[in-house]
């Protein structure tokens, strides 16, 4: 079993434009010892937006929530809508809607300039809005790639049936996994990426236990999104995401073909008092550690910091996405 180490979740929220109100859980600008870019490579941030309600926007045409154009460069954006849609368009012609259980894999690469807005229905009709966005960093030999979009819709996403693992004669199903990037045994995901990840959105919704395996090489991380529930005999509940310890091994040239050993991580859904269940839902992150030196700040996340200074000189200049 793969222990916790720490439960994170004493960020205080904050806006991100008027549209995303969020608590960044994962920073790789902070320099906390104990949980920093060391502990969590390939992931560089990740801000979980809680349900969120909000009134129908009178101006939902002209001034739609949201956050306008601003550059990325040097890594990926996933977005993922649990509730509410999100309206995207971009600087090399992209546009789209990520509709609730949607997914949008944004490869910012060697630069991209990009806006990101409630849709017009929902801004029209309002409601409760609740998303996640996760940085995921790219490795030196891919930070000036193309940008691309991979939109996987919800309907595309590979699903696992979760079994009862608490009572094996019988094959009760307590919840799914939707496999949006990496491999559940032999389930492959919908997403496309640069270095082994595991991205699975998860969902129970009956009392039960099950067993997550996740490879033992990676970093690994849980959010509760919504709900509580014990995880590894501990109860966490919504808002907070649980660090794992450090990989038991590190991947070998030897084993790059190679089927890797798991460690498992066990997800048990209590009864409740008042026999009525609401569906816990979990993302997990799981990446295999990167492994180079990272020059961050704001939107660019390059190698060098004489890397980042270019990067801020071609955008100041008119350089940026030429």
Do not use: C
């Amino acid at each position: 079993m793969r222990p916790i180490k720490n439960i994170h979740g004493d960020k205080a929220p904050h806006w991100v434009g008027d549209g995303f109100y969020v608590k960044t859980l994962i920073n790789h600008l902070d320099d906390n010892p104990h949980f920093n870019y060391s502990h969590t490579d390939p992931f560089l941030l990740f801000d979980y937006g809680k349900p969120t309600t909000f009134d129908p926007n009178p101006n939902y045409k002209t001034q739609p929530h949201g956050v306008g154009q601003h550059p990325h460069k040097g890594f990926e954006t996933v977005t993922i809508a649990y509730e509410g849609e999100i309206s995207h368009a971009d600087s090399v012609g992209g546009q789209g809607i990520i509709q609730k259980g949607d997914v949008q894999w944004m490869t910012a690469g060697r630069g991209i300039m990009h806006e990101e807005f409630h849709s017009e229905a929902f801004g029209k009709r309002g409601g409760v809005f609740s998303m996640v966005q996760l940085w995921v960093n790219l490795p030196s030999a891919h930070k000036l790639t193309d940008p691309n979009y991979q939109s996987i819709k919800r309907a595309d996403l590979p699903i696992v049936e979760l079994i009862d693992s608490s009572n094996p004669d019988h094959q009760t199903t307590i919840g799914k996994a939707a496999i949006i990037a990496g491999a559940w045994q032999e389930i492959t995901g919908a997403a496309n990426t640069f270095t082994p990840i595991n991205l699975w959105n998860i969902e129970l919704h009956t009392e039960g236990a099950t067993t997550l395996k996740v490879p033992n090489t990676h970093n690994t991380l849980l959010l509760v999104q919504e709900g509580e529930l014990l995880v590894n005999g501990t109860s966490v509940s919504a808002g907070n995401l649980i660090q794992f310890d450090a990989p038991t091994q590190h991947r070998t040239d030897d084993q790059a073909q190679q089927t890797l050993a798991t460690d498992n991580i066990e997800l048990h859904y209590p009864a409740t008092e008042n026999d009525e269940q609401a569906p816990v839902k979990l993302l997990l992150l799981s990446g295999e550690p990167i492994g180079e030196p990272v020059a961050g700040y704001g939107p660019f996340v390059m190698n060098t910091q004489e890397e980042l200074r270019q990067t801020f000189r071609d955008y100041q200049t008119g350089n940026f996405v030429k």
